[in-house]
């Protein structure tokens, strides 16, 4: 099989948010996705972003258009923002976003009336029905297809940084999960979800397509839902682990990290350097200690075992990276990342209000209710 990696301007970024719709008054997940998305379709045919549905109508995704800088891309996001909120709230519907909703049970969801949702959930049964998940996509686009598996092996050793940054999700279904990021384990449960393969090279990775297709296992690439994946028909490396981000700050801070990444790993490879990813087996472990430590994690940062905190790790990283983030144009988004280290992260914040209400999860909803509600000041289009 031949898989063609479209043209794309290097270092260029576009964004996926995940947002939850519930009702002002109750905290509760009310499935208007649908009489929202139709309401705009006219209105917004023209925009750089998209607003779309997603396997479950209490969901709407927004998505921005290609953007040369960071910037630009969190622009188009606030556009969308804008006038979702400006059609829920005569509805009474809320916006907010993270990993999971502290206490929806799945049971009394919709899904939406797709064939390829009704198929998924016809194929995965009880575990598809849980995916109430709610997480952020950050595509970098890639100029030559021969870097693209060697940064995706390259991105696995700061999975766990990512998905600890992240991390929003430490309650499930009414109850204290002891995770962090419950949606990261949760997600992995898909057939093809989870971490990716160790595939050094575009053609193992066109390969691996073809037999899956072959054995009938997906239909095309897109059905590959790996944390992080090639995306050839927008000529990106997509990140999928993040947890669904709270705020707008969290948001611009998470999207330059990555975006500066994939640049970082990229200047190595001009170089002539070799990208060398941990062994399989570390970052599989990585994965379980950020999803249930967060920040908090120790984590494995050499083949030889080496291991470091987390926080110390990722501060450190975040230092080495900063004249790659002042090149790219997107250093004030990026030393969010910093401040997120110093503040604590989505998860926390709901871990401490739930503590101080005596374990009242609606509070933790209405909190994050109030967080997206202030994000409404994303920096204004240039």
């Known amino acids: 099989m031949t898989l063609r990696f479209a043209q794309s301007a290097r270092s260029s970024v576009g964004v996926e948010w995940e947002i939850m719709l519930a009702d002002r008054a109750s905290g509760e997940l009310v499935g208007r996705g649908p009489e929202i998305i139709d309401a705009l379709a006219a209105s917004t045919a023209d925009e750089r972003f998209t607003v779309t549905g997603e396997l479950l109508t209490n969901t709407i995704e927004i998505t921005s258009g290609v953007g040369a800088t960071a910037a630009e ?31 929806a049970q799945w049971y009394d969801q919709s899904v939406t009336d797709k064939t390829r949702y009704h198929s998924l959930i016809e194929r995965t049964q009880w575990w598809g029905r849980n995916m109430m998940i709610w997480g952020v996509h950050v595509h970098v686009g890639v100029e030559d297809v021969a870097k693209v598996m060697p940064i995706v092996g390259a991105l696995t050793t700061f999975l766990p940084h990512i998905q600890a940054l992240s991390a929003s999700s430490p309650f499930w279904a009414g109850e204290r999960t002891g995770y962090a990021s419950n949606r990261a384990l949760v997600f992995q449960q898909l057939p093809t979800a989870g971490l990716p393969w160790p595939l050094t ?5 066109e390969g691996y397509v073809d037999d899956m297709t072959r054995a009938q296992i997906v239909a095309d690439e897109t059905e590959v839902r790996w944390d992080i994946r090639p995306a050839p028909r927008w000529g990106t490396v997509e990140i999928r682990v993040c947890d669904g981000l709270s705020t707008a700050a969290e948001l611009a801070a998470i999207t330059a990290l990555i975006q500066t990444l994939v640049e970082s790993f990229s200047r190595e490879l001009d170089a002539g350097r070799t990208l060398a ?37 990722l501060a450190e990283t975040l230092e080495r990276l900063s004249p790659v983030a002042d090149d790219l144009g997107c250093a004030s988004e990026f030393a969010g990342a910093a401040g997120i280290l110093a503040t604590g992260t989505s998860g926390e914040r709901q871990s401490a209000i739930a503590d101080a209400s005596g374990g009242d999860l609606r509070a933790v909803v209405t909190h994050l209710i109030a967080e997206f509600e202030a994000g409404r000041a994303l920096p204004p289009r240039a």
Not at 201 to 205: D, G, K, R, S, Y
């Open 73 to 103: 891309a969190l622009a188009d996001i606030a556009d969308a923002v804008d006038v979702v909120r400006a059609q829920a709230e005569p509805l009474g519907v809320a916006l907010l976003s993270a990993g999971s909703h502290p206490f």
């Open 201 to 205: 090279t575009w053609e193992q990775f």
């Open 277 to 313: 990813p941990l062994p399989a087996w570390y970052v599989r472990e990585n994965k379980w200690r950020a999803a249930r430590y967060g920040l908090d994690a120790d984590v494995i940062v050499g083949a030889d075992g080496a291991q470091r905190p987390v926080r110390e790790h």
